[in-house]
């Protein structure tokens, strides 16, 4: 849901609505907790920049990660969306920076929950089912290298019995957004990973962006990140339903749309140096915090009066 316009007492909102008999795993996002205990011990600061705005710092490939890091140098945690630090196999945020999607920093910052900071042990990964078995292969050899390089247990790795199709789009206010065919071949793979013991997951999926928006993008035109509203929906629908962090990588469709070989925007060489683009998302998994229930929240305190 996006705030697009305030006018006196009339607020407009964009919404995406999935048709579902999932109970959802938190609370609305229109409830709001106030906490009955606050405390300034540990210090804990939220850093957000939305995804799909074309922010001047934050709106590229992890180009937030010396600014969030320079905010993270002043607090005990740091609380950050993803696509402000993730840059497709480059990941250097700090190790106090909480690495958390949207949906889940709305509801801490509602009050809806808590989070608990912790490294993961084992993280899952869901792979749509690519129509080229390359590229398949070309993410399981970067999950392998991590386990290798890295000793990170990615278990399981669930590759959907379909294709998961996303046409990513801007609205009529000028936000990027997406459509999607066969989103159950992700809710069924979510399924799979909610039997197993990790509580983050991975998404990697294709998204399809026209090749005109595409190069005006690279080329630095003044429009929003044309991925980021589909991957935002994708990780949201995750967090609802299910009890994990999550984070969304693409998954490659052409070999041309690697990018190698051409100079680009500074802010954007780390998606072209990549041709898998889930290392760093993977690596921020690690510092998701573990989202809890307040048992003492309330949502009908007393308010005061004045005279």
């Given at each position: 849901?996006?705030?697009?316009?305030?006018?006196?007492?009339?607020?407009?909102?964009?919404?995406?609505?999935?048709?579902?008999?999932?109970?959802?795993?938190?609370?609305?996002?229109?409830?709001?907790?106030?906490?009955?205990?606050?405390?300034?011990?540990?210090?804990?600061?939220?850093?957000?920049?939305?995804?799909?705005?074309?922010?001047?710092?934050?709106?590229?490939?992890?180009?937030?990660?010396?600014?969030?890091?320079?905010?993270?140098?002043?607090?005990?945690?740091?609380?950050?969306?993803?696509?402000?630090?993730?840059?497709?196999?480059?990941?250097?945020?700090?190790?106090?920076?909480?690495?958390?999607?949207?949906?889940?920093?709305?509801?801490?910052?509602?009050?809806?929950?808590?989070?608990?900071?912790?490294?993961?042990?084992?993280?899952?990964?869901?792979?749509?089912?690519?129509?080229?078995?390359?590229?398949?292969?070309?993410?399981?050899?970067?999950?392998?290298?991590?386990?290798?390089?890295?000793?990170?247990?990615?278990?399981?790795?669930?590759?959907?019995?379909?294709?998961?199709?996303?046409?990513?789009?801007?609205?009529?206010?000028?936000?990027?957004?997406?459509?999607?065919?066969?989103?159950?071949?992700?809710?069924?793979?979510?399924?799979?990973?909610?039997?197993?013991?990790?509580?983050?997951?991975?998404?990697?999926?294709?998204?399809?962006?026209?090749?005109?928006?595409?190069q005006a993008y690279y080329q630095g035109e003044s429009i929003p990140n044309p991925w980021g509203?589909?991957?935002?929906?994708?990780?949201?629908?995750?967090?609802?339903?299910?009890?994990?962090?999550?984070?969304?990588?693409?998954?490659?469709?052409?070999?041309?749309?690697?990018?190698?070989?051409?100079?680009?925007?500074?802010?954007?060489?780390?998606?072209?140096?990549?041709?898998?683009?889930?290392?760093?998302?993977?690596?921020?998994?690690?510092?998701?915090?573990?989202?809890?229930?307040?048992?003492?929240?309330?949502?009908?305190?007393?308010?005061?009066?004045h005279k």
């Amino acid at each position: 849901m996006i705030l697009t316009k305030v006018d006196g007492d009339t607020l407009t909102f964009e919404s995406s609505f999935i048709e579902t008999d999932r109970e959802p795993v938190w609370s609305s996002l229109l409830d709001i907790n106030l906490r009955q205990r606050v405390s300034a011990q540990p210090f804990v600061a939220v850093s957000i920049i939305p995804t799909g705005v074309r922010a001047e710092i934050g709106g590229f490939a992890g180009d937030a990660t010396p600014s969030t890091n320079l905010l993270a140098a002043a607090c005990d945690y740091l609380v950050t969306n993803p696509n402000a630090v993730t840059a497709s196999d480059i990941y250097l945020a700090q190790d106090n920076v909480l690495y958390l999607e949207g949906n889940l920093i709305c509801q801490l910052l509602l009050g809806n929950i808590g989070v608990i900071p912790q490294k993961r042990n084992t993280i899952a990964a869901i792979i749509e089912k690519p129509r080229d078995q390359r590229f398949l292969n070309n993410v399981l050899n970067a999950l392998n290298g991590l386990r290798a390089v890295g000793g990170i247990n990615i278990d399981p790795v669930v590759v959907t019995g379909g294709a998961v199709e996303t046409a990513c789009t801007y609205s009529p206010y000028g936000n990027a957004s997406a459509e999607f065919n066969g989103m159950e071949e992700l809710i069924k793979a979510l399924d799979v990973v909610e039997t197993s013991s990790a509580r983050a997951v991975a998404l990697i999926t294709t998204l399809h962006v026209d090749d005109q928006v595409r190069q005006a993008y690279y080329q630095g035109e003044s429009i929003p990140n044309p991925w980021g509203g589909a991957e935002a929906i994708m990780t949201h629908l995750t967090t609802n339903f299910y009890p994990f962090t999550a984070a969304h990588a693409p998954l490659l469709l052409e070999w041309e749309h690697t990018g190698f070989g051409k100079l680009v925007d500074p802010r954007d060489g780390a998606e072209l140096i990549s041709s898998a683009y889930v290392c760093s998302p993977l690596q921020g998994l690690i510092n998701s915090p573990r989202p809890v229930r307040f048992d003492t929240a309330s949502k009908n305190l007393d308010k005061p009066t004045h005279k």
